[in-house]
């Protein structure tokens, strides 16, 4: 089970943009990277998943290198709705597809 | 469109008392169900997954089970509660197979004094 590490805390400001970085040093070859967001007194929602390079959609950017061994989770100009905790996953072979969320990073946008 | 539902949303149960959750999930057939608990102040805990009627997988031992009666139907229960059950309950679903994504529901804040 490849285990993960990102920053307990971040802060920002609106409109800027927010990079959290996540190393996962043991990832198998038939894991992929996810990343889940979460506002107090609600589930996980799910962001954005990615294998290897990058990966873009309408909320967020995924950048992972060749190695694999972490990712970047970018977040463009972001605003105090943006305010929650976000995880960092690996889900894959070495899961049996099931979920292992961590304590998350906190990211506090500020007006 | 799928939904998922839980209930009920909030819960307060004296030590030692009986503990029933459920969850039901809409317009999807044959889905991964998920129960998770997360702590004041932590990360999430898988409790309990299954891919099928009756079906139950345990990730970590606890006073707790799960059934899954029908398809769409997940319940989670205690015959006796502790202190330490304290939590945010959540329910999810996944696609058949391996589930990268997940979704979640509301959940039930349950308060065991």
């Known amino acids: 089970l490849a285990k993960t590490t990102q920053p307990i805390s971040m802060d920002s400001y609106e409109g800027q943009e927010v990079n959290i970085t996540c190393s996962h040093n043991n990832i198998a070859t038939n894991d992929y990277i996810t990343w889940y967001q979460q506002f107090p007194s609600q589930g996980p929602r799910f962001i954005i998943q990615?294998?290897?390079t990058k990966v873009t959609n309408e909320v967020a950017s995924l950048f992972i290198p060749a190695d694999r061994k972490s990712s970047t989770l970018s977040l463009p100009r972001v605003s105090l709705s943006d305010t929650a905790v976000y995880y960092c996953?690996?889900?894959?072979?070495?899961?049996?597809?099931?979920?292992?969320f961590g304590r998350g990073t906190q990211l506090t946008v500020w007006p | 469109s799928q939904t998922i539902h839980q209930w009920p949303a909030t819960l307060v149960q004296p030590v030692g008392s009986p503990l029933s959750l459920e969850c039901t999930v809409e317009g999807t057939s044959n889905p991964n169900l998920y129960w998770y608990r997360q702590a004041a102040g932590r990360g999430l805990q898988l409790l309990f997954y299954s891919v099928g009627i009756g079906q139950i997988s345990s990730e970590v031992p606890q006073n707790l089970s799960a059934s899954r009666p029908q398809d769409r139907q997940f319940i989670l229960s205690s015959k006796k509660l502790l202190l330490s059950d304290s939590g945010f309950y959540l329910c999810a679903w996944g696609s058949e197979g391996v589930s990268y994504e997940q979704y979640f529901g509301p959940g039930t804040r349950l308060t065991v004094t």
């Open positions: 990615g294998y290897k």
């Open positions: 996953l690996v889900v894959g072979s070495s899961t049996l597809g099931r979920l292992y």
